[in-house]
């Protein structure tokens, strides 16, 4: 069975980091691209970032570029998000997702398997 979890959101103040962590079960991960996700109140969900099991390659949301930065750890089937600078706008429901397909898109409809999400918030 397929599982992804997410960890790391919590409240932070503006300006502050989180990273958030992506443990996945149920499949080799290397044959899979990851994928985070985001959707606020009232908004569509995003793609945030995405790297691919085979050769890390990356995929950045382009206004996210430099503040964000996904990496994985394939022995612990885990991949990461590392967010710096964050702002008031980058509170949402963050989601990973998992596809089987190499070479990483950020379009939530490629994903297969999606994680229950973890709440960030960015205070002013």
């Known amino acids: 069975e397929v599982q992804l979890v997410e960890s790391g959101g919590g409240l932070v103040q503006a300006g502050g980091s989180l990273r958030l962590s992506c443990a996945a079960s149920?499949?080799?991960?290397?044959?899979?691209?990851i994928g985070w996700f985001r959707q606020a109140p009232g908004k569509e969900r995003e793609g945030v970032s995405c790297?691919?099991?085979?050769?890390?390659?990356?995929l950045y949301k382009e206004s996210l570029k430099g503040r964000f930065t996904i990496s994985s750890d394939n022995a612990k089937n885990t991949v990461y998000l590392q967010m710096n600078s964050l702002k008031p706008e980058d509170t949402a429901l963050y989601y990973c997702?998992?596809?089987?397909?190499?070479?990483?898109?950020?379009?939530?409809?490629?994903?297969?398997?999606w994680g229950q999400g973890t709440q960030v918030t960015v205070s002013s």
């Open positions: 997702a998992a596809g089987r397909y190499l070479g990483c898109v950020n379009v939530a409809g490629t994903y297969d398997y």
């Open positions: 790297i691919s099991g085979d050769d890390g390659s990356t």
């Open positions: 149920g499949f080799t991960f290397a044959d899979y691209s």
